[in-house]
């Protein structure tokens, strides 16, 4: 996902958004800052935009690229994180090689407000990849808030993590009992080992006697033949529905014959997932 113009399109939304007074101290503060190439500058107005941006009820969002204004409204961007981020973009498009490893460093001084921000919209900057190591040190974190900026709804994950990366994220969201569906291109990158990770975690869960969200299985439909069958046969028996809509989404699916043989015996939900009528995305409808 590679958006165009962004600085120029965030500054027509700031135009319409901020008022003229709040805007000129943004752009007076922004020269200042490239200027002098100063770092104490950036990270303070980066920290003090919501007490100079007045935060707006509605956001006017007048974008020719349609990508980035769904982009920004299924972040639920508002007023000030559009300043902040158009803060970043624009000292690192006039020094890319100054600015990058300060930006960088904003995860380690930023309050989580400000971290959120810089985590949700990293995409959005110049060479997004730049940032993958503070990316991937945000899962760490146990700041439900923190977690699912880099998470949620985040195309960032799925365009620059490793499979390891991707699997501690899509594990922990788990553990965190977060909505797995706010994870984007879970089927793009579903992995060999994700599948058994999967079936491990769920094999500990139930010798603990404790649920699983059945979403949780998705990644594992690509590779049933790996010792997950069982797993599949278990999950058909279950008295709960939504787990019996899981072993058919998985092994409808799956290119494995074991699991087609498996499904002819349990075909409860085969004619409803055949019309459209079932789907991951409709799961619990």
Same mark, same amino acid.
């Given at each position: 996902?590679?958006?165009?113009?962004?600085?120029? %399109?965030?500054?027509?939304?700031?135009?319409?958004?901020?008022?003229?007074?709040?805007?000129?101290?943004?752009?007076?503060?922004?020269?200042?800052?490239?200027?002098?190439?100063?770092?104490?500058?950036?990270?303070?107005?980066?920290?003090? !935009?919501?007490?100079?941006?007045?935060?707006?009820?509605?956001?006017?969002? %007048?974008?020719?690229?349609?990508?980035?204004?769904?982009?920004?409204?299924? /972040?639920?961007? *508002?007023? $000030?994180?559009?300043? @902040?981020?158009?803060?970043?973009?624009?000292? #690192?498009?006039?020094?890319?090689?100054?600015?990058?490893?300060?930006?960088?460093?904003?995860? $380690?001084?930023?309050?989580?407000?400000?971290?959120?921000?810089?985590?949700?919209?990293?995409?959005?900057?110049?060479?997004?990849? &730049?940032?993958?190591?503070?990316?991937?040190?945000?899962?760490?974190?146990? !700041?439900?808030?923190?977690?699912?900026?880099?998470?949620?709804? *985040? =195309?960032?994950?799925?365009?620059?993590? *490793?499979?390891? $990366?991707?699997? $501690?994220?899509? #594990?922990?969201?788990?553990?965190?009992? /977060? +909505? #797995?569906?706010?994870?984007?291109?879970?089927?793009? @990158?579903? *992995?060999?080992?994700?599948?058994?990770?999967?079936?491990?975690?769920?094999?500990?869960?139930?010798?603990?006697?404790?649920?699983?969200? =059945?979403?949780?299985?998705?990644?594992?439909?690509?590779?049933?033949? +790996?010792?997950?069958?069982?797993?599949?046969? @278990?999950?058909?028996?279950?008295?709960?529905?939504? &787990?019996?809509?899981?072993?058919?989404?998985?092994?409808?699916?799956?290119?494995? &014959?074991?699991?087609?043989?498996?499904?002819?015996?349990?075909?409860?939900?085969?004619?409803?997932?055949?019309?459209? &009528?079932?789907?991951?995305?409709?799961?619990?409808?």
């Amino acid at each position: 996902m590679a958006f165009k113009k962004v600085s120029e %399109q965030l500054l027509g939304i700031l135009e319409h958004n901020v008022l003229e007074g709040e805007r000129e101290w943004l752009l007076l503060k922004l020269k200042q800052i490239i200027g002098e190439k100063s770092t104490r500058d950036l990270y303070m107005t980066y920290s003090l !935009i919501p007490s100079k941006i007045t935060l707006t009820t509605s956001l006017s969002l %007048q974008l020719a690229d349609a990508d980035l204004k769904a982009y920004l409204k299924l /972040q639920e961007a *508002n007023i $000030q994180q559009i300043s @902040r981020i158009y803060l970043l973009v624009r000292v #690192l498009e006039e020094n890319s090689e100054f600015f990058t490893p300060k930006v960088a460093n904003i995860i $380690q001084v930023a309050d989580t407000g400000e971290l959120e921000t810089f985590l949700k919209f990293l995409v959005l900057l110049p060479n997004p990849e &730049e940032y993958k190591n503070q990316a991937v040190e945000a899962l760490r974190t146990n !700041i439900a808030t923190v977690f699912n900026a880099i998470t949620m709804h *985040n =195309p960032y994950p799925a365009l620059y993590f *490793n499979d390891q $990366q991707w699997n $501690q994220m899509y #594990l922990k969201a788990a553990f965190m009992q /977060q +909505d #797995l569906r706010g994870i984007l291109s879970v089927d793009e @990158r579903a *992995n060999k080992d994700l599948a058994r990770i999967i079936s491990d975690y769920a094999h500990e869960r139930w010798a603990a006697s404790r649920d699983i969200d =059945p979403y949780f299985w998705r990644p594992a439909a690509a590779f049933l033949e +790996d010792g997950l069958l069982p797993d599949m046969e @278990r999950l058909f028996k279950s008295d709960n529905v939504l &787990e019996r809509k899981v072993a058919s989404l998985c092994c409808v699916a799956s290119e494995s &014959e074991q699991a087609k043989s498996l499904l002819l015996k349990h075909p409860e939900f085969v004619s409803q997932i055949e019309s459209g &009528e079932l789907s991951w995305e409709n799961l619990e409808k």
